[in-house]
């Protein structure tokens, strides 16, 4: 289901492009482990699903894992550098096709995306499939997301030119969740610890709904004045707990070897 990326090509970075500086090797180090542990917990399918982050200093460039690698293998060391116009700057390989035209043009179109993730994980993406609003405020989980997601209801095939990676953008709008009809998700957002919060919160907030919804009895939504407060209450330390949420995380993976 993965394709190769077409007329992609490889050119010697300028003596600028300082790769070792501390914000790039935390970045790699950070991304690196947000693959290790969407293996981890079932998010990833495949070689099909992508995340990307820009580089650190830099506006035209972003890290992305490289086309054929499972998640459980995306490493700091092997992630790719890479331009908008689909030149490997560093790195072996090459990004996977809609990889490269999804985020791409989401970093392109929507600077304020410095992370973007996209997967196919089970729970969200099964909403995905539904008729109507996919994610319903009914558990507090799914309150962080109040007011902060968008649906693309028009299933347009794979993302394999720049034109249907710049549909993609604009249907995320100002939100930063996409929910993407017959398809998956993309979660966005300003840092690698909020990108990662928010995946892993919203698959266990979908994953809920369904526990809900398979009862067949009927659903307790919460009021929209009181999901609101929620949000903001959330939203005021989300940053501050993301980078929390992330470091354990990242204990975690250290403790597994």
């Not at 200093?57 to 499972?70: I, M, Q, R, T």
Request: with cysteine; charged share 20%; proline share 4%.
């Amino acid at each position: 289901m993965a394709h190769t990326l077409t007329g992609s090509t490889r050119r010697a970075h300028g003596a600028s492009l300082n790769l070792d500086s501390a914000a790039i090797v935390t970045a790699r180090e950070e991304l690196a482990a947000c693959f290790q542990l969407a293996a981890l917990h079932g998010l990833e399918e495949g070689i099909c699903n992508h995340f990307s982050a820009m580089l650190p200093g830099h506006d035209d460039l972003f890290l992305v894992n490289p086309y054929g690698y499972a998640f459980a293998e995306v490493t700091a060391q092997n992630l790719l550098v890479c331009d908008f116009h689909g030149n490997v700057l560093d790195g072996d390989g090459q990004p996977e096709a809609t990889a490269f035209y999804i985020h791409a043009r989401l970093h392109q179109q929507q600077p304020r995306v410095r992370v973007a993730f996209h997967t196919h994980m089970p729970h969200a993406t099964a909403l995905c499939l539904l008729q109507g609003p996919p994610l319903l405020w009914l558990g507090q989980t799914a309150l962080k997301f109040y007011g902060r997601t968008a649906v693309d209801e028009h299933y347009n095939g794979l993302a394999l030119d720049d034109s249907e990676g710049e549909r993609i953008a604009a249907m995320l709008g100002a939100a930063d969740i996409l929910f993407l009809k017959n398809h998956g998700v993309i979660v966005t957002a300003p840092t690698i610890a909020e990108a990662w919060d928010d995946l892993y919160y919203l698959e266990r907030a979908a994953q809920v709904q369904w526990l809900a919804m398979a009862t067949q009895r009927e659903l307790k939504a919460v009021p929209a004045a009181i999901a609101q407060r929620a949000y903001e209450q959330m939203r005021a330390s989300d940053a501050d707990s993301a980078r929390a949420h992330l470091r354990s995380a990242m204990r975690r993976l250290a403790q597994r070897g």
